[in-house]
């Protein structure tokens, strides 16, 4: 379907309500979204609550976050039909807020965009208006403490998880939806009963029915998504820190010369904008951060190879990531066996991945979207092209000098006029990105790691 028609056919989407159902176990948000002519959309957010906690529904944080988590939410159903006028009837938003949201939404979507050949700007691609109120309800009294450590079950959570293991008390663990590799991460590094929070998210099935029938579908920011969520389920359970594991990295467009990005909602950008309007307009008792922002994707995997208990347990691959398996044809897969290269042998990455892909020549158009030998990225959660790169001299050089025969991707690259400029590369394992909001005892941890793995690798 062509989205102008769409567009034409369907100018009115609306957030109508939200609603806060709540037990003694359990506390679960219930959204309705319609996009007239077409269909009402009803996701839910359920998350269980902690023992003995009282009515948090009727707290004006609670009450603000669970609108907010709707005001992303939409975003999964508006982009059916890329409806004009948006009208969200259930709250109120200042001008500076609906600017936020439309900004949000617009980069978010950069990749639908992109992908989906929709050429409309910042300003012209939705009228958003507010017309309910503000939120109302009592203070919370409580003073927040410990962290919440959000688990997407790769590498970079891991690394999180090991660097927060002296907090483990008052550390808790988050996994929004039945995602095994992340259950199954959290369990590895200790996080189990209640330490263990578990938040499932609904999609109404007559999106899925959508889009099968053709309407517009594409990449949504899910890591704003899991920004809301998290940051909600930190309100709920008290805790003062939701540490993500974003790392410097995402802040590389995906597209050569352009700001479209597949990672938009992890960059330091979104990060940034996120605290503001989250100490702003909903609560200044949780702060919300990226561990791992001061960090390259290559300075991270350089910590994760030194954590070998987890190498069989972690996950990054996407595709595969119901079955908890790697695919073995993803970029994600080829990114993360690239980056481990640099640190493992040729059998240990073999062992992980159960797919020999640096001699798979299959991979190779994806080898050059990542080594920029091709000039955009593939839409996937990888690092900079230069780091793939410094990734790359190093594992040559360590075949090289024990005189194992370099994989075939490997002996490819060798003749590009890269290896020229990349071959006497190497990890910076002391470089630091100030472009972060670790705090600063935090930060003290990560220095020491990189310090350790360091000694371990050189
Ligand atoms: C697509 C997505 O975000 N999936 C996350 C979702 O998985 P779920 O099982 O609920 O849905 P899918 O089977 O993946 O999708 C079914 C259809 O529904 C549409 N859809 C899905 C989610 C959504 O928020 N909006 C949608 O419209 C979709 O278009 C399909 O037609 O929740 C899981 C956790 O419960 C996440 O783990 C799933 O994330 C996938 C692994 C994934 O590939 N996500 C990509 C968006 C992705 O690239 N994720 C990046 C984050 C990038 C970012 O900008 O945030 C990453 O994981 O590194
Ligand atoms: N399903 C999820 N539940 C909770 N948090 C998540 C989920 N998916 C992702 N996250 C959060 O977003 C971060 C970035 O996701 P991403 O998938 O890039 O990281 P990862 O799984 O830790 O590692 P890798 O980059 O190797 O896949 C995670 O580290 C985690 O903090």
Known sequence: MEWKDLKGKYPVFCYHDFAIIESDTELQVHFDFEIEGLSHFNPEFTLKKPEGSVNAGNLRVVREMAFSLGMIELISYWKLTCSHQVIVECGFLDQKQIAWWKHLYYCGLGEFFYRNHIDLTEENF??????????????????????????????????????????????????????????HSAEAAGYTGVHLIQAERSLDPRMLEFNKQGYLNGHTPFSALAAFASCLTAVIYGRKYVCLSNEASANESTIHGSKVNHQYSKTFEFEQNFTRYLSRYVTDQVH??????????????????????YHSVFRSCNVGQKEEKWCGHCAKCLFVCIMLSAFLKDEDLLNIFHADMLNDETMQDLFEQLTGILDDKPFECVGTREEVNVAIAMSIRHHEASGTPLPKLYEYYKGTSYYESFRNRTLDYQMWNRENQVPAEYAELIHEKLNEAQRIWN
């Open 288 to 309: 919300y951060f990226s561990l791992l922002r001061p960090l390259s994707e290559l300075q991270i995997t350089s910590i994760f190879a030194t954590l070998k208990q």
């Open 126 to 183: 939705m009228d958003l208006t507010a017309i309910g109120e503000r939120a109302i309800g009592e203070e919370d009294p409580r003073t927040y403490h410990g962290n919440l450590i959000p688990v997407g079950g790769g590498k970079d959570s891991f690394v999180s998880l090991e660097l927060l293991k002296g907090m483990k008390a008052d550390n808790d663990a988050f996994v929004i939806g039945r995602v095994p590799s992340a259950i």
